[in-house]
């Protein structure tokens, strides 16, 4: 019997239902066989919205590398909250492994803050009840991201605060609640050097990978729609960062992300 090869990397975060398959030989078995060439193993297909989730979770069922997440983006509602019930029973399916994401977004969606809260303290609840770890998004919403998780009980269920983009005080608070702080291709941007320096920061035994494709491609591959194979390129530049050896980086955002999502 052949051992399988052990996995190097995983992907923490994309959204494989949204992939630019026109530009990809295959389809999304052809992404997956890309992504496995470059020592991706695993991968998150996280939810964005209800509507969309069943086709999702349909597109990956014959993928048992892939987990999936199920909640609704905090720029995606339309101003009704989804059912809590609703979001606890599909939360409940084994393949799902998170909820959300969710999170605050004040940079698209300022208009809507107090719909973006509730939301958000839906989704801690659900996770709550159904005991599984959150995928957090925040953009220009530090202070409230904090708060709500507090306010909420987050920490008993912990998270990832992903692609994330903040200083290293929120970094600091989210991970005195337990979460994880996971890098995208923002952080190989030229512009990025603050976030390079939280990089540096953040303990090995709480930093994920991810690439958030198709979207945020990370450098060589900037302007180009994103895909899961390009989180190598993530890893081996956080590597470089951290003074760590792309081995030891893999080793522990993989042993990171299955230490969180289980297997």
């Given at each position: 019997?052949?051992?399988?090869?052990?996995?190097?990397?995983?992907?923490?975060?994309?959204?494989?239902?949204?992939?630019?398959?026109d530009?990809?030989?295959?389809?999304?078995?052809?992404?997956?066989?890309?992504?496995?060439?470059?020592?991706?193993?695993?991968?998150?297909?996280?939810?964005?919205?209800?509507?969309?989730?069943?086709?999702?979770?349909?597109?990956?069922?014959?993928?048992?590398?892939?987990?999936?997440?199920?909640?609704?983006?905090?720029?995606?509602?339309?101003?009704?909250?989804?059912?809590?019930?609703?979001?606890?029973?599909?939360?409940?399916d084994?393949?799902?492994?998170?909820?959300?994401?969710?999170?605050?977004?004040?940079?698209?969606?300022?208009?809507?803050?107090?719909?973006?809260?509730?939301?958000?303290?839906?989704?801690?609840?659900?996770?709550?009840?159904v005991?599984?770890?959150?995928?957090?998004?925040?953009?220009?919403?530090?202070?409230?991201?904090?708060?709500?998780?507090?306010?909420?009980?987050a920490?008993?269920?912990?998270?990832?605060?992903?692609?994330f983009?903040?200083?290293?005080?929120?970094?600091?608070?989210?991970?005195?609640?337990?979460?994880?702080?996971?890098?995208?291709?923002?952080?190989?941007?030229?512009?990025?050097?603050?976030?390079?320096?939280?990089?540096?920061?953040?303990?090995?035994?709480?930093?994920?990978?991810?690439?958030?494709?198709?979207?945020?491609?990370?450098?060589?591959?900037?302007?180009?729609?994103?895909?899961?194979?390009?989180?190598?390129?993530?890893?081996?530049?956080?590597?470089?960062?951290?003074?760590?050896?792309?081995?030891?980086?893999?080793?522990?955002?993989?042993?990171?992300?299955?230490?969180?999502?289980?297997?």
């Amino acid at each position: 019997m052949t051992t399988p090869a052990p996995i190097m990397l995983v992907d923490s975060h994309c959204h494989l239902d949204r992939l630019a398959f026109d530009q990809i030989e295959g389809g999304l078995a052809g992404a997956l066989e890309q992504a496995r060439e470059m020592g991706v193993g695993h991968f998150l297909c996280v939810a964005i919205n209800l509507e969309t989730y069943p086709a999702m979770r349909a597109l990956v069922e014959p993928y048992p590398e892939v987990s999936v997440s199920v909640g609704v983006h905090p720029t995606d509602g339309h101003g009704d909250l989804p059912d809590l019930d609703l979001l606890v029973q599909l939360g409940q399916d084994a393949r799902v492994v998170a909820i959300g994401e969710t999170g605050l977004d004040y940079y698209y969606g300022a208009e809507q803050r107090d719909y973006q809260q509730a939301l958000f303290r839906l989704h801690v609840q659900a996770a709550r009840a159904v005991g599984k770890p959150l995928i957090v998004h925040t953009r220009d919403a530090r202070a409230d991201t904090i708060a709500i998780l507090r306010e909420e009980g987050a920490g008993t269920v912990g998270g990832v605060m992903h692609c994330f983009t903040e200083d290293w005080d929120t970094a600091r608070q989210a991970l005195e609640l337990g979460f994880y702080i996971s890098f995208s291709g923002i952080v190989t941007f030229r512009n990025a050097e603050a976030l390079r320096e939280v990089a540096r920061q953040v303990p090995a035994d709480r930093i994920l990978v991810e690439t958030d494709s198709p979207y945020l491609a990370p450098v060589p591959k900037r302007g180009r729609s994103n895909q899961p194979a390009y989180v190598r390129y993530v890893a081996e530049f956080l590597a470089e960062v951290r003074g760590e050896s792309f081995a030891d980086l893999a080793r522990n955002t993989s042993e990171n992300y299955f230490r969180l999502f289980g297997r």
